[in-house]
């Protein structure tokens, strides 16, 4: 019989579904290119290329040196610090809410549009200008709304600032007035609020220009006499009565003409933006800077409101009051715009019920700075502030001053001193509770809490009431994430006065939380700094394991994950897993023990260095000395192994590349190729090593057969083929015992044999041994199993007549993926001698497979046998008279077994008669095997 | 304090620079005199080119009161030597009554003009017969402010610009140059106050007024959802003020129904002319001043605090043929659809959707 000579390359085009190239991609969007998205960022700069405004702003940005100068000799570090904090935060606010890339423009906020009509407002009637200011008559007429784009919104701003430097520069303070109220009357206008922080920052530094220069031309005014004389030099802490009467009357002008703005936002604003300039006016600034905190109760907004409280507490702070009762008003008055956004169902302003959040968040910014001013400044009585926010006090009693919201108390937790926090910790804990609002969640509070006690340090006696009060509010959260915060956020106390009954009842919680529900990446960084902050404490990782069930329901959360990367995380899930696996009694495998093996063993296979393959295998074999008595690990063990040698080989394909490609990189490549063969013999030899010791003989087999495979795509030919041999070996063991086993370990074993059969193709014929030496070595296992099913045989049998036909081809389906190992149709196709061997095999083979078929007792699979043989015969062999009686003789045997309407028999048979009919057209007969095939 | 007419050519007249007293609010004068209307504003062009007359007081706020010294200078910067025959300076106080057009009927506007008051007039010479050399050269002035001796009036009132009413004292230099030269001049307005003697014995107590806005205290159509649902807004504001200080007080929304769109505070200038038999009164808003912005939360008390503009603003007045009064109106604007169909209509004018009360203002000086 001859083999049927196949052309796999013309096949697989034959058999292809037709294809059409694709240019575009199906799934990209249908995006039109004049939709094109401008980047998200936040660009600030002055164009270089605009000349006149540079050139205007040179001598401005001189005198705003020299005014931060001189503030920062006025001021402490401690003020500079904050100084240095507000342009922080200013550019914080810019990036942190950067919005959508258009703006709508509201009728009211048109000082963003050009008009050529402000051009000559510097040159018209003093009246006009003041009948303007009043009624800004353009601002009603307009009532449809535009939009622009961020960029355009920001540099628009620019031009502004500019025009208002060179309007003053040019001595037309009118006009630099007006334009500076049109930029802050911007901040009226809240409709897109996630601009506003952006729109607030630029608007400020606007403002912040203008106070400079107000403050710089009225110190003039006071130093210099009008022919520009020095009459004096104020020194840096001047009073009122050191300034000549003509300066304080030019400075009440512009209070005069700031108090005259109709509109409630920009006057504020600029009253603000030369606040510093009441100096020269008083020397008692309380007044005036309560005045304006109760101003602003104007602002029903509580955008505008709180940021409007942030920019008072900047600007207040260049007038050093040394009283920062202004800034608790400003967080009583956020605080009751607050709750009543809160409480309200409806809508208040602009802002629906849906974006609460989204406001609140926008909100928190300018809360932090407030609270962080009053603590800077130095407030002297800091637990006073407590009382004044209502902590301790009795609720039944109104007589609280606010109603405090919990994300000011957040932050005022975050920034009061750790010592007032400990002293009153149980009021407030008390109050925490009390005001549990939607505006932060008081787990972030109460983590706060902790850390500032932490830090406090204060005596047993008192921790152990505070504590006693926050075990109890812990029990309350049966959020996994919020349960792990807080008891993290207490943990160190709890270790620091070893409370180990707490501790226990945390873990107990802890584990009661997580079987509840999903465990995500957030939750799993806080259980494992839980977890580290334990074993860190303990000296002796017994102590802690006194709870090995606690730990190892740790460890399967924890082991949740897909893979572990971290170093620390993996050395301290190491300890844990050492731990636990000395606590595995190896005599006695009950279930407990196996279920703690089985997380060792999913710990270690997790466990991924990413390109550090030594690191990983000296992990592995640390694996190995510690956990060696365990079974299951050794296979996650070399599957691990496996699983880098793949990737290594993919690597080295890159370096074969290489080397083809460019001689000067081949000494480089052979060096790291070498490298690679080193490392990948030491991965071999710990396999090899490694797997006797596994006593299930098909994972062994398994473990073989892919240590082989590697070891072939690694080029040494010599560890596969004896790794093949032991495989084969395996397969002799497993045998002993074939009746032991169930249909699953028949089904495995027998694809591991065809697995083991296709490898054989690669593995090139050994020429002392003979080339076939490993197929008859299998062959001869098979056949002296007389226990072996006879379906593994007729399928392994049937492998090996394929591999038979696929080994007599003139190109092979498939080869090795490395240049080193030669394929066998390179080394025999057209050897005479290795022809006949494949026939010898092919015959010998046929006849046990005859023999095999018709030994089989029962019925059905002895028809189902037969037809196999005969399909494999079919695809395998050339149409030949023998061949059609052979299979005709397998089909009689299956037709006396089966239904004759069985669809197998028929298709089998509709099969054999097309192939005799089609002698002449091969690739037909290709065509119709390999559908059978793929059928 | 400068007040620079250039004298290098009619084209540049139009430009007049204000310097630091641009902070005074001049309100739109919708009489034919208007404040600068007896200023020589166009020069001749055959005038000396380069040359420029200033006048300067030794107060910077030009703010003087009666029985004071007025001093200052005459300032020439001149490029070629002048001969002059004498220097005169010349101070006059006027009340200017003007009735505006619409105010009163056909025949009450024939009167249009009510004769101008004269408070002061007095000249002096400073300088006789002589020459003026080039550079810059200063002549000094002074004189008392009093009124002379064959005066009838006695009563210095403050200086003040209204729509009607207008209180202005000014000064005038010339330097007369024979009948073939133009002579130079230039004017100066100076501010009077009251005399410290004359002054109203400062109150005690600040007499603060309670008020309170509801829907019954409103005499004109309100929306229906305003009448059915209620309001209530109460305050207090103070109703004698000093021209120092700014009117303050407090307000609290107690109540509303209907969201808030806005709450102003608008100072009222009440200006009364006797004209013919009877007064003439006419009524302007000064001052617009916001102090709520939005629907504020109920119960929270929020400043009134509105600065009084200078110059718009006297001590309250009664003179025999005319008096100026001042009064301040709130007013609550709620939101409502209508008002979005009315975008240009002003305060002053009831609407469905506002409700307002007016007070009078008793302004003094301290």
């Known amino acids: ?935 | 304090m400068i007040f620079i007419i250039s004298s290098r050519g009619a084209t540049t007249v139009p430009r007049m620079q204000f310097y630091i007293w641009w902070g005074f609010k001049i309100r739109r004068l919708r009489s034919p005199i208007s404040l600068l209307a007896p200023f020589p504003l166009f020069q001749e062009p055959n005038a000396t080119p380069m040359s420029k007359i200033e006048l300067m007081l030794s107060r910077p706020s030009r703010v003087y009161r009666r029985g004071e010294t007025i001093e200052g200078k005459i300032v020439t910067v001149l490029t070629s030597p002048i001969s002059y025959q004498n220097i005169v300076i010349t101070a006059t106080g006027t009340v200017n009554l003007q009735i505006r057009a619409g105010l009163t009927g056909m025949i009450d506007s024939l009167y249009g003009v009510v004769k101008p008051i004269r408070i002061l007039k007095k000249s002096l010479q400073v300088a006789s017969a002589g020459k003026l050399g080039p550079g810059k050269i200063e002549t000094p002035f002074s004189f008392t402010l009093s009124p002379q001796e064959n005066d009838t009036i006695a009563t210095f009132y403050e200086t003040f610009h209204g729509g009607n009413i207008s209180i202005q004292y000014l000064i005038t230099a010339d330097v007369m140059r024979g009948y073939l030269h133009k002579s130079l001049s230039t004017v100066l307005e100076f501010i009077v106050e009251n005399d410290r003697a004359n002054l109203i014995t400062l109150p005690q107590l600040l007499e603060f007024v309670s008020f309170y806005i509801t829907q019954d205290t409103q005499k004109h159509q309100l929306l229906p959802e305003l009448l059915t649902g209620c309001f209530r807004v109460t305050g207090k504001i103070l109703t004698q003020c000093s021209l120092k200080d700014p009117i303050t007080g407090d307000l609290t929304v107690e109540a509303s129904a209907v969201p808030i769109d806005s709450v102003d505070i608008q100072l009222i200038c009440v200006e009364s002319i006797l004209a013919g038999e009877r007064f003439i009164t006419d009524t302007s808003v000064i001052q617009t001043t916001q102090i709520a912005d939005g629907d504020i939360c109920r119960s929270l008390t929020l400043p009134i605090y509105v600065v009084l503009p200078r110059l718009l603003v006297c001590p309250t007045l009664f003179a025999g043929s005319f008096s100026i009064e001042f009064h301040v109106s709130i007013t609550v604007s709620f939101q409502s659809q209508l008002s979005k169909l009315y975008p240009k209509s002003d305060l002053r004018t009831p609407r469905p959707w506002m409700a307002m009360v007016t007070i009078p203002l008793k302004v003094y000086r301290t």
């Open chain 1, 1 to 935: 019989m001859e083999f049927r000579a196949r052309d796999y390359e013309a096949e697989e085009i034959a058999c292809a579904v037709p294809r059409q190239p694709a240019p575009d991609h199906p799934l990209a969007l249908l995006a039109s290119p004049s939709s094109q998205v401008l980047p998200d960022f936040e660009v600030c700069f002055d164009d270089p290329l605009r000349g006149s405004a540079t050139d205007a702003s040179d001598s401005i940005l001189d005198q705003e040196d020299r005014c931060s100068t001189l503030r920062s000799k006025l001021s402490g570090e401690a003020d500079n610090l904050l100084e240095k904090e507000w342009i922080f935060l200013k550019s914080s606010l810019m990036q942190k809410f950067s919005c959508s890339n258009t703006i709508t423009i509201s009728p009211t906020t048109n000082a963003i549009m050009r008009n050529n009509k402000g051009k000559n407002a510097g040159y018209r009637m003093l009246a006009d200008i003041h009948m303007e200011d009043l009624d800004d008559p353009e601002s009603t007429v307009k009532e449809e709304k535009k939009v622009i784009t961020r960029q355009e919104y920001v540099s628009r701003l620019q031009e502004l600032k500019a025009e208002i430097n060179q309007a003053w520069i040019a001595e037309d303070r009118i006009r630099a007035l007006k334009l500076s109220i049109k930029v802050a009357r911007l901040l009226t206008d809240t409709s897109v609020c996630q601009f506003y922080p952006t729109l607030f920052t630029l608007v400020v530094d606007v403002l912040d220009m203008l106070g400079n220069l107000v403050w710089e031309r009225i110190k003039k005014r006071a130093e210099y006499a009008d022919d520009r004389a020095p009459v004096c030099s104020l020194p840096e802490n001047f009073t009122s009565d050191d300034i000549c009467s003509e300066a304080k009357e030019t400075c009440y002008n512009w209070f005069c003409k700031i108090g005259s703005i109709h509109e409630l936002v920009p006057r504020i604003y600029l009253e603000l933006a030369i606040l510093r300039c009441w100096r020269f006016l008083e020397d008692s600034f309380v007044s005036i800077v309560e005045r304006l905190v109760m101003m602003m109760r104007g602002l029903a907004d509580p955008l505008t409101s709180a940021y409007c409280h942030l920019y008072l507490a900047h600007c207040a702070r260049s007038l050093y009051l040394g009283d920062d009762g202004y800034l608790i008003m400003s967080l009583g008055d956020i605080s009751i715009l607050l709750r009543r956004v809160l409480l309200d169902k409806e809508t208040v302003g602009h802002h629906s019920c849906k974006n609460k959040y989204f406001l609140i968040s926008l909100l928190k910014p300018a809360i932090d700075w407030i609270v962080k001013c009053i603590f800077t400044e130095g407030y002297q009585n800091a637990s006073n502030i407590l009382v004044e926010f209502g902590v301790g006090s009795d609720l039944s009693v109104s007589t609280r001053k606010f109603s405090c919201v919990s994300v000011v108390l957040h932050y005022l937790l975050k920034h009061l001193p750790a010592d007032v926090i400990s002293n009153n910790a149980v009021e407030i804990i008390d109050f925490i509770e009390q005001n549990k609002d939607m505006s932060v969640d008081s787990h972030l509070d109460y983590r706060l809490l902790g850390h500032k006690l932490y830090e406090s340090q204060q005596s047993l006696s008192s921790v152990c009431v505070v504590m006693r009060r926050i075990m109890q509010v812990l029990g309350q959260y049966d959020n996994l994430n919020e349960y792990l915060i807080i008891a993290d956020a207490y943990l160190d106390i709890i270790l620091l006065y070893s409370m180990e009954n707490y501790l226990a009842i945390i873990l107990d919680g802890i584990l009661k939380r997580a079987h509840a529900n999903q465990v995500d990446q957030i939750e799993i960084e806080n259980l494992q700094s839980i977890l580290g902050k334990i074993i860190d404490h303990f000296d002796r990782l017994e102590d802690v394991l006194a709870m090995p069930t606690c730990l190892c329901s740790f460890l399967m959360i924890l082991c949740r994950d897909s893979h572990i990367g971290d170093p620390t995380r993996i050395q301290f899930l190491f300890e844990v897993s050492q731990v636990l696996h000395e606590s595995i009694d190896t005599s006695n495998m009950n279930d407990e023990s196996k279920h703690k093996a089985d997380l060792i063993s999913r710990f270690v296979g997790m466990v991924n260095f990413g390109a550090e393959w030594e690191r990983h295998l000296s992990f592995l074999g640390e694996s190995r000395a510690a956990f060696g008595s365990i079974d299951e690990l050794k296979v996650s063990l070399n599957i691990l192994c496996f699983w880098i040698f793949l990737l290594k080989l993919l690597l080295t394909q890159i370096l074969y590349v290489l080397i083809h490609s460019s001689n000067n990189l081949a000494i480089k490549s052979i060096r790291d190729k070498k490298k690679f063969l080193g490392f990948l013999k030491s991965c071999l030899a710990f396999s090899e090593v490694t797997i006797p010791s596994i006593s299930d003989s098909i994972q062994r087999m398994n473990l073989y057969l892919e240590t082989a495979e590697i070891a072939l795509f690694g080029g040494l030919i010599s560890h596969s083929e004896g790794l093949v041999t032991s495989a084969i070996s395996c397969l002799e063991c497993l045998n002993m015992t074939t009746g032991s086993h169930s249909s699953n370990d028949v089904d495995q074993i027998s694809s591991l044999t065809c697995k083991l059969c296709s490898l054989l193709l690669m593995i090139p014929g050994n020429h002392e041994e003979g080339s076939m030496s490993l197929i008859r070595n299998l062959i001869a296992t098979l056949q002296c199993h007389s226990l072996a099913s006879s379906k593994i045989k007729v399928q392994v049998f049937c492998a090996i007549i394929s591999l038979s036909a696929g080994l007599s081809q003139k190109k092979f389906l498939y080869h090795a993926k490395n240049n080193e190992v030669i394929s066998n149709d390179q080394l025999y196709f057209g050897d005479l001698s290795f022809d006949e061997e494949l026939s010898s095999i092919t015959s010998l083979v046929l006849q046990i497979l005859d023999d095999v078929i018709k030994q089989e007792m029962h019925l059905v699979t002895r028809g189902r046998l037969a037809l196999d043989a005969c399909n494999c015969l079919l695809v395998s062999f050339e149409t030949s008279h023998e061949l059609s009686l052979k299979c005709s003789s397998l089909i009689d045997i299956a037709k006396s077994c089966l239904h004759p309407k069985e669809k197998y028999l028929r298709s089998t048979v509709s099969l054999m008669d097309r192939l005799s009919s089609n002698l002449g057209d091969q690739v037909a007969g290709s065509l119709e095997l390999t559908s059978v095939v793929q059928h």
